[in-house]
């Protein structure tokens, strides 16, 4: 058994790995969405406990640096992100870059700037790129890694860049189905990882 790390009790560092899966659009079951449910089903399977905040959740007023006013939607938010020891990020290509609504939400990101693990310190970060042409997906899914890196969280090994105009994501059993869930597995097996470093004395 694994000692506990310092100010951590053993049921802390023996739990379920908390993950959060962001994203998505504002359009209900879009493409994105399905992405995003294929990420989280892939690490409910390898064990962790998932919270998703998707789609019109995402709709929060610009963030703003001038107060520390929220809204309750961001509050939950930032709190999910506070708590988790993974995080996905899904989102659609806009113009061959990362949407304006899960951007914005990103943005909120800011408030966590003063905690013990600030940011998304420490953090894996599985990102994942929908849009229609392969040329925004692959930009946005760039971009998704870079503010990953900006943040200080640990984008996996494996991206995935989907092209929204191929039918593939409706079947389970295809590749771009396979490679998601193993973005969500990925994501987990880090988590893990990094929690065993930080109990080992």
């Known amino acids: 058994m ?3 790390p310092p100010g951590h009790s053993q049921d802390e560092v023996e739990r379920p790995v908390r993950l959060l899966a962001m994203g998505g659009s504002t359009r ?3 493409t994105t969405e399905r992405a995003l449910a294929m990420v ?8 962790a406990d998932v919270d998703v905040i998707c789609g019109r959740e995402l709709m929060l007023p610009i963030y703003d640096t001038e107060t520390d006013e929220r809204v309750s939607g961001a509050v939950r938010l930032v709190e999910a992100v506070r708590r988790a020891d993974g995080l996905v990020l899904v989102s659609p290509g806009y113009h061959g870059a ?16 003063g905690d013990p693990r600030p940011y998304l310190h420490g953090m894996a970060v599985g990102c994942v790129a929908v849009a229609d042409g392969w040329q925004a997906s692959v930009t946005t899914l760039h971009q998704l890694r870079q503010v990953a890196h900006a943040l200080r969280g640990w984008p996996t090994p494996l991206g995935v860049a989907v092209n929204s105009k191929s039918d593939r994501l409706l079947s389970p059993d295809t590749h771009d189905a396979h490679q998601l869930h193993l973005v969500g597995e990925q994501v987990v097996q880090f988590a893990r990882m990094y929690r065993g470093a930080e109990a080992t004395p």
């Open 98 to 113: 990362i949407s304006g609504l899960v951007k914005n939400a990103v943005d909120y990101f800011e408030d966590l700037s």
């Open 40 to 47: 989280a089903e892939g690490a409910r399977t390898a064990g």
């Open 28 to 30: 209900p079951e879009s």
């Open 2 to 4: 694994t000692d506990a």
